[in-house]
């Protein structure tokens, strides 16, 4: 499997809709699905919460839970449904997580994740996975965070997804813990370092091809989280500079591509601001950006959207009649 580079896990973000449409633009990136927590999984409505499209492959499904029994049971359930691997959530912040016992509050707990992942591995044939942080609390020394990482080595993690920032358990909001404890990447190179056999992939602020080069030179990957949402053709740059892959669509052929996807999601159910909320971000840095900003807000990420839009909305993405349009609306 690539980890070279891969798009983040995210709540309310990752969903089938945007990684569809990430995979227009981009064949060679790994795509994560937003956190499934394993009793949903394993009670709840199994087609709703894993069924996706062939096209999205390679895709991760990364789960939430501390029960061995029920990651376990989750674990198989995904690779039926055909995932190409399972993470472990062991990263995420939020109180309302951390009361279900389950994200970066388990890092208090290695034997207990241990035991976890070892009922998981024996679950599959796929590769198991974690994603955690480099410390929490006041527990941020190399050491603790080495040690952890150690007692999942000995049950058979090879691929460990480093946000290197640590996570303030309960202090924080989940979005302050995005952004106020410090990125310390020299905590993943060292642990690279350390562990050279093993894949060790670096997440957290990353934003540009430039980064991300400087990153794989000391690193096995590079996960982008925001910067691949809120930028997606962010990822037609790292085709062409990261994976030497000259044939990405346009912008334009990006939405051109995504009509027939939309109209058969339409048909099944789908409303329209499901899927075209996701590409908000598609034309950001271009004239132009702002009108499309407009144009979807106001006529496609509403709640009752006019379905019959999406046939003219080629007029207002090709080039000339976007321009106009954006002439007229400023
Ligand atoms: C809206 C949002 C939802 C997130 N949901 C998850 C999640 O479900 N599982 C997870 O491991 N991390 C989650 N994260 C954290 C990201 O996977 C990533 O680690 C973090 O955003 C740092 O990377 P970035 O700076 O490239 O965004 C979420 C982040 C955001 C912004």
Redesign the pocket.
Known sequence: MNRKVSV??????TDRHERYFLRLISKNTLLYT??VVDEAINRGDKKKLLEFNIEEKPVAL?LGGSSPKLLASATKIGEDFGYDEINL?L??PSRKVEKNKFGACLMKEPNLVADCLTEMKAATKLPVTI?TRIGYDNVEDYENFHNFISILKKVGITTFII?ARKAMLGKFTPKQN?NIPPLKYDYVYKLKQDFPDDEIII????TSVKEIKTHLEKTDGVM????AYHTPYLLADIEREIFNNENVPSRQDVIEQLIPYVKSELKKGTRLNQIMRHTLGLFHGQSGASFWKRYLSENMCVRDADVKKIDHIMDKVKFNNFDRSVGTSA
């Open positions: 983040a896990p995210m709540m309310d973000c937003e956190m990364q959530n990263g995420c994603k946000h995005l997440n957290g602020g990353i982008i989280g925001r910067a």
